[in-house]
Each structure stands twice: as structure tokens, then as C-alpha cells.
């Protein structure tokens, strides 16, 4: 029975890493009728209506010292999307997740104690500076771009930090759907805004509530399923390989061809994340 619990939680982290990712491959595919704040604007609207009919906040509703940090896990949780999809506007998928990583993996490194530990922090730097070789060449990556997702990063390690602390003081789904609504607050009226209105145009509606459900409502359903069936420390190292799954989303669904030199880097980041995130629970 256990067995079958954890190839379930197994099966659950892949098909949430691969849902997230694919998503966002379908996302950017919305850029040319409302651009990234737009589609931003409808993932996060549609993810929080789906999130309050499944969670139901309003059940145990958050006390009044518990909304400071709901208020700032959400405000990085939209900041995470928008600037990630800011980013794949001009770089590839792979590569703008590989970037945003450098978020969570310094969190993971910030626990490690042991100097000989450190050698995950340059492996991790190396295969930052091995993505960005050049950035004024014919093949250079927009500047922007990366700026976009390593800002993203800065803006997942909030939310992690974040997320864990109004996640203790609040119950897990309903903590989810109040921060998305937060997000929901600022990046709606932004996509209005920067559509001119466009984004309430009926043809969008499917299109969005496809997003919000692919990128949101179903990998956080099933990072659910596989937390309630294996260790964190099992869940964090499989989550490691989410560069290497947006990679492969980019190159199926976009056709973004990436350089030998990139896979490399992409694999120097996951190997750092990975050995960080041992060391870290080790210690």
C-alpha cells in the first residue's frame, strides 16, 4: 500500500512540474492578443475564483495579524508569474526557469552550514554564467529578459519564505486562495489597464480559465497529493528537475531550440539545487 501511495506522489509531482510548465508554454501563446501582463491578469483572476470554490477561505477566515504575511506571499506569488511571464516574452522557457531557480536554491543554501557545502553555490553561479555568456552577440538573450526572471526568482524565494509562514498560520488551501486573490487585487486592474480593456473580451474567457486551470488549480491539486504521500525532502529534490521540464516544454510546444552550452547550464543548476537541498535537509 505505501508503495502504491508514493508511485502515486511520484506520478503527482511529475504531472504538476509538467502542467505548470506546459502551461506556460500555452500561456505565451496568449501574448499576442493581450500580452504577458494580460495573460498574467487572467491566470491569476480565473485561478483564484477556481481556488475559493475549492478551498472555501471564508470557512476559517484568517485573523487580523495573520494577513501581513498573506498579504506579502501573495504579492510574490503574482510578482512570480507576471515577471516569469515578462521574461519568456523574450527568452526561452528553459532559460527563464533555470533563472527564476536561483530564488528557491538560495533559500536552500542559506540552511547549509558546512563550508565544503559552498561548492553547490558555485556550481550554481557557474551554470548561471554559462547561460549568459554574451549578452550582446547575434545569439545574446535579452537583457531584460533575464532581468525579468532573475527578479522572478527574487520574487520565489518570498513566496517560499512567506508561503511557509502564513501557511502555519492559516490552513494550507485557504492560504493558497487568499494569497492568489492578493495577487488577483493588483494584476487584474494591471491587465485591464495595459490591455485597454481588451482583456474582458468574451473570446479570452475560455482561453483564460484554460490557463488558470492548467498553471494553477491542477499542479497545486496534485502537489497536494504527492505531499500528503512522500517526504518533503523526496518532493524538494524531485521539484529540482522543473528546469529540465520547462526545457522540454519550450522545445515541444514552442520549438525553442536550446544550445548544448544551455542544456549544460540548465543541468549545472539542477545538480546544485539538488546537492543543496540534501545538504540542507541533512543539517
Known amino acids: 500500500m505505501q508503495a502504491r501511495a508514493l508511485f502515486i506522489a511520484i506520478l503527482s509531482v511529475f504531472g504538476a512540474m509538467c502542467?505548470?510548465?506546459?502551461?506556460?508554454?500555452?500561456?505565451?501563446?496568449?501574448?499576442?492578443?493581450?500580452?504577458?501582463?494580460?495573460?498574467?491578469?487572467?491566470?491569476?483572476?480565473?485561478?483564484?475564483?477556481i481556488l475559493w470554490l475549492v478551498f472555501r477561505p471564508w470557512r476559517q477566515w484568517p485573523r487580523g495579524r495573520h494577513w501581513r504575511a498573506i498579504s506579502v506571499y501573495g504579492s510574490c506569488l503574482g510578482g512570480m508569474m507576471l515577471l516569469l511571464y515578462l521574461a519568456i516574452e523574450t527568452?526561452?522557457?528553459?532559460?527563464?526557469?533555470?533563472?527564476?531557480?536561483?530564488?528557491?536554491?538560495?533559500?536552500?543554501?542559506?540552511?547549509i552550514r558546512r563550508a565544503r557545502d559552498s561548492f553547490w553555490i558555485v556550481l550554481a553561479v557557474g551554470g548561471v554564467i554559462t547561460l549568459l555568456p554574451d549578452l550582446s552577440g547575434v545569439n545574446a538573450l535579452d537583457p531584460r529578459g533575464v532581468a525579468y526572471a532573475l527578479a522572478a526568482g527574487g520574487c520565489w524565494a518570498g513566496y517560499i519564505l512567506f508561503g511557509q509562514k502564513a501557511?502555519?498560520?492559516?490552513?494550507?488551501?485557504?492560504?493558497?486562495?487568499?494569497g492568489m486573490t492578493v495577487a488577483a487585487l493588483y494584476l487584474v486592474p494591471a491587465g485591464y489597464i495595459a490591455t485597454d480593456g481588451a482583456l474582458l473580451q468574451w473570446q479570452l474567457l475560455p482561453l483564460g480559465i484554460a490557463v488558470a486551470l492548467i498553471s494553477s488549480a491542477i499542479p497545486y491539486s496534485l502537489e497536494m497529493i504527492a505531499l500528503r504521500n512522500m517526504p518533503k525532502q523526496t518532493f524538494s529534490v524531485m521539484m529540482s528537475l522543473e528546469p529540465a521540464v520547462a526545457a522540454m516544454a519550450g522545445l515541444l510546444v514552442l520549438d525553442e531550440q536550446l544550445a548544448l552550452r544551455q542544456w549544460l547550464a540548465i543541468g549545472m543548476v539542477i545538480t546544485a539545487s539538488l546537492g543543496s537541498t540534501l545538504s540542507a535537509k541533512r543539517h
Open 19 to 49: 502542467a505548470i510548465q506546459f502551461g506556460a508554454s500555452f500561456a505565451k501563446q496568449l501574448f499576442p492578443l493581450v500580452g504577458p501582463v494580460g495573460t498574467s491578469a487572467l491566470r491569476v483572476g480565473f485561478s483564484a475564483l
Open 91 to 111: 527568452i526561452p522557457l528553459g532559460i527563464a526557469v533555470a533563472l527564476e531557480f536561483t530564488g528557491p536554491l538560495l533559500v536552500a543554501l542559506l540552511s
Open 167 to 178: 501557511g502555519n498560520l492559516a490552513p494550507g488551501g485557504g492560504t493558497v486562495a487568499l
